[in-house]
């Protein structure tokens, strides 16, 4: 018998980069694309926890011998278990994932989501929503250094998110079901890198930054009421001035501004990059008549795939 646990992808809609500036963002989860962890007896009876990451960057067997605590996914499950105050269960976990790494669509939050729901599920120990999206965040710092918790609360939570760092979660109510097509340019980009540049331009120019962060903000909380009374022109629309925005703050690439233009092109309402940019994702908000031609331009113009998710 094999028991499961899963976790979405997501995606940042709105408000990435200023979001670690302490302005809102909104993000959605990506339940379609998913990142599972299959709980199975170890084999030989073996006692101990192992941890296979089967197609992740490489094949991987953790145990949590002291060796392996430098391994991110070994020192999720020991933190794990220290909350649960629970033994390392006799059990091989092993995590899948069909989110492309490195690419804004949050595949480290899931990982580590759906391999510590597997601890918690085979050591019999209940975790809440609020501990779990805890241990997240600290794994998270060790993928990105200083990320503010955006991509670890939608994963957790599974639901659409306005977030501010630091405060409560604010679960966003979706006026209108709207489609979008998430374009990957199949350039893997650090999201730390991208982060760690904007803040050496902030800190070089604060006066130049500073109103490029607020007007990110100002268009998120008119992102916010539009998104709620289903205006789907009016968001397309933001989505662009988004984009523009990001482009001033260097964080897109000649790819994801072909992408995005094409998008344009070929009929979308809006486009624009999603999460650390440089390479990663763009979205680009379709309907039932666009969406075809949308993905075929975005295919034409170099998307390595093009991802079709319905927020709802
Ligand atoms: O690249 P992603 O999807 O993990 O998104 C990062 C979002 C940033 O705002 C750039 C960083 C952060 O920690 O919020």
Redesign the pocket.
Known sequence: MSLQASASAKI?LFG??A??YGQP?IAVPVSSLRATAEITPNPDGAPGLRIIAADLDKALTITLDAGFLDNTLAAAARRTLDILSAAPPDVTITLRSQIPMAS???SGAAVTTALIRAISIATSRSLDSSALNEIVYEIEKSY?G??????NTVVVYEQPVYFVRGRPIETLKIGAPFRLLIGDTGQGAL?KV??GDVRRLYESAPERIQPLLTAIGGLVQRARGVIENGDSAALGNLMLENHALLQQLTVSSPELDRLVDAAVDAGALGAKL???GRG?NMIALVNTETANSVRERLLSAGAAHVFDTTVV
């Open positions: 940042i990435e980069h979001v670690v963002a804004g669509l949050g990105h200083t990320p503010s918790g955006i991509d999201t991208a982060v999603s999460g650390g990663g």
